[in-house]
């Protein structure tokens, strides 16, 4: 079984702030998913990530996947109220689950006026 | 992308009876998934439904419990049968593109009392 662990489980902060969630795993992960979903909805994709190494941003948002593709990370600068929600990583591997995805346990941030 | 829509989006039930929900999809997919998810929690998956098959459940879950429909490539339907406090969870639908992608339905809120 391919576990994800999600770091830090809870994060609270001032707007303005910045901030990174950790995503670790010791399983290989052909491709790796940010979601952030918002109270009521579903979780909406952000990113994929393929490449050992690779680094992509959207806006103020800064995403890593480890070289050896079993950890990545996501940086938020300057955060703003409206980043509030649960953070999900999911890890997917070409070879094993069938095209099913792994979900890490979730990151709650908080963005404080 | 995708557009996904649940019917309904919540519902209060009594325990022992059942639920059916409902997944539309606004193209054709191959992959849809079937999750449950508490409130700020992490999502488990319950099953792949597989069109024109039965569908692939996850490690506790049963088809008597929640079987499962897709008869055809953009609908998909859920059933919560005989219903418990234990089931009252947010149930989520999701379809799969490539590199592993998901993209999620708003969900179904259920109580049961």
């Known amino acids: 079984t391919q576990l994800l662990e999600q770091s830090p489980q809870f994060l609270s902060i001032q707007e303005g702030e910045n901030l990174t969630v950790y995503c670790n795993s010791s399983?290989?992960?052909?491709?790796l998913q940010w979601y952030r979903q918002e109270p009521g909805e579903g979780p909406v994709l952000l990113v994929t990530?393929?490449?050992?190494?690779e680094v992509k941003k959207l806006k103020r948002l800064t995403f890593q996947f480890g070289d050896a593709r079993k950890d990545s990370s996501l940086h938020i600068t300057a955060a703003q109220t409206g980043d509030t929600g649960l953070y999900l990583c999911?890890?997917?591997?070409?070879?094993?689950?069938?095209?099913?995805?792994?979900f890490g346990d979730g990151t709650t941030l908080t963005v404080k006026p | 992308s995708a557009v996904i829509s649940q019917k309904p989006s919540r519902d209060i039930c009594q325990r022992g009876t059942s639920l059916t929900i409902q997944c539309q999809v606004d193209?054709?997919?191959?992959?849809m998934f079937w999750y449950r998810q508490q409130p700020g929690q992490s999502l488990t998956l319950i099953a792949t439904?597989?069109?024109?098959?039965?569908?692939?459940?996850e490690s506790g879950f049963v088809i008597d419990k929640f079987p499962i429909s897709r008869p055809n490539l953009t609908f998909s339907t859920l059933t919560v049968s005989n219903m418990s406090p234990e089931d009252s969870s947010i149930y989520l639908c999701?379809?799969?593109?490539?590199?592993?992608?998901?993209?999620f339905g708003p969900g179904t809120r259920l109580t049961v009392t």
């Open positions: 999701s379809v799969g593109r490539g590199d592993y992608e998901q993209y």
């Open positions: 399983s290989v992960f052909s491709s």
């Open positions: 990530v393929v490449t050992g190494g």
């Open positions: 999911a890890g997917a591997c070409l070879y094993t689950n069938a095209g099913k995805s792994t």
């Open positions: 193209s054709q997919v191959t992959m």
């Open positions: 439904a597989n069109q024109g098959s039965e569908a692939t459940y």
